[in-house]
């Protein structure tokens, strides 16, 4: 086989986007998954699943004792007690797409991140996603229109808690505007595949040059 067909197989990554609520995060996260080949990590949950929502799509919805059966059993690479109800996310699944060399997006916060980088640092990326200020971020919220102004006030007072996070993560991305904050993550995913740790068959492939007969 010519060495120029020849391509080193690469283990899969981890990417986690990070971010306070109105910083970008959810559409970044949409048009990383729709662009890149990436799969989007569905957490599972023991919340009931509401009207607008598809099974395997926005969660898997179970109920307490499979959540904690999976819990005790290891079998959640994070989890977390939000409002009485359980969220986690499967580790069978993204394990079979790291080993088939396929990249698995994550929006989560800082705490899942955390728990997800002391399990797994040499597969985990982590960005963190930063408004340009407290005053666009509260603008940002205001305009989405999704929220009382009393909630508002508590997502920003949650805001800064998270933002002071912003140390823990690999990356961090100030979103001045959208499709720059895009193309710099674009930019983190291309050279994080490329990275020599992550080539698992490069040294196979290297023999190969090495022992290739040239006519």
């Known amino acids: 086989m010519a060495a120029e067909t020849l391509h080193p197989a690469r283990r899969g990554l981890m990417l986690i986007l990070s971010s306070p ?57 994070e989890w977390a007690e939000v409002h009485g109800n359980g969220y986690g996310t499967p580790r069978k699944e993204v394990e079979a797409s790291l080993a088939a060399g396929r990249d698995v997006l994550f929006d989560i916060d800082w705490q899942g991140t955390q728990q997800i980088v002391k399990k797994a640092r040499a597969d985990v990326v982590t960005i963190f996603i930063l408004p340009p200020s407290m005053a666009e971020l509260r603008s940002r919220l205001i305009r989405r229109a999704e929220d009382a102004e009393d909630v508002i006030v508590k997502r920003l007072a949650n ?49 190969q040059l090495l022992t290739e007969q040239l006519p």
Not at 48 to 63: M, T, W
Not at 171 to 194: C, G, P, S
């Open 159 to 207: 805001a800064r808690d998270e933002i002071a996070r912003w140390s823990q993560y690999d990356y961090v991305i100030v979103n001045h505007d959208l499709q720059t904050a895009y193309e710099q993550i674009k930019a983190i995913l291309t050279a994080e595949r490329l990275k020599r740790s992550r080539a698992v068959g490069l040294n196979d492939f290297v023999d």
């Open 21 to 77: 609520s109105g910083a970008g995060k959810t559409t970044l996260t949409r048009n990383l998954k729709s662009e890149n080949n990436l799969d989007l990590s569905i957490s599972v949950t023991t919340r009931a699943k509401r009207p607008s929502e598809i099974e395997g799509v926005h969660y898997r919805f179970i109920d307490r004792a499979a959540f904690d059966a999976m819990r005790q059993h290891n079998d959640l690479l």
